[in-house]
């Protein structure tokens, strides 16, 4: 049984930083993932934030275009852990992150397929205040 905990949220004011993680339990360890973070603000639907191969060298994270630049993903392989670091914050970044699973690499159109992930985090709230 996978489980996956989020960490690391909280309040900043705009122009912050944040640094989030995601540690996921019950994956085998020879097998390939794809972990994500994916964000919900009050009234909108689920998006896409950044993702991560796991247990692999190598790899491209992929990133929603409103935050490339400012997000950073990175990995634990021995961990099977996830970090998400958000500078230079802004208001909109404001939403519930949640870290979420599915089997094998990532592909560039992951992050629009919440259809493809089946595991998720119970997420962790991100406000940020002008």
């Known amino acids: 049984q996978v489980k996956l905990v989020e960490s690391g949220g909280g309040s900043v004011q705009a122009g912050g930083s944040l640094r989030l993680s995601c540690a996921a339990s019950g994956l085998r360890s020879t097998s390939y993932y794809c972990m994500a973070w994916f964000r919900q603000a009050p009234g909108k639907e689920r998006e896409g934030v950044a993702d991560?191969?796991?247990?692999?060298?190598?790899?491209?994270?992929y990133y929603a275009d409103s935050v490339k630049g400012r997000f950073t993903v990175s990995r634990d392989n021995s961990k099977n852990t996830i970090f998400l670091q958000m500078n230079s914050l802004k208001p909109e970044d404001t939403a519930v992150y949640y870290c979420?699973?599915?089997?094998?690499?990532?592909?560039?159109?992951?992050?629009?397929?919440?259809?493809?992930?089946?595991?998720w985090g119970q997420g962790t709230q991100v406000t940020v205040s002008s």
């Open positions: 979420a699973v599915d089997g094998g690499v990532c592909f560039a159109q992951s992050l629009s397929k919440l259809g493809w992930f089946n595991d």
């Open positions: 991560i191969s796991l247990h692999i060298d190598g790899g491209t994270p």
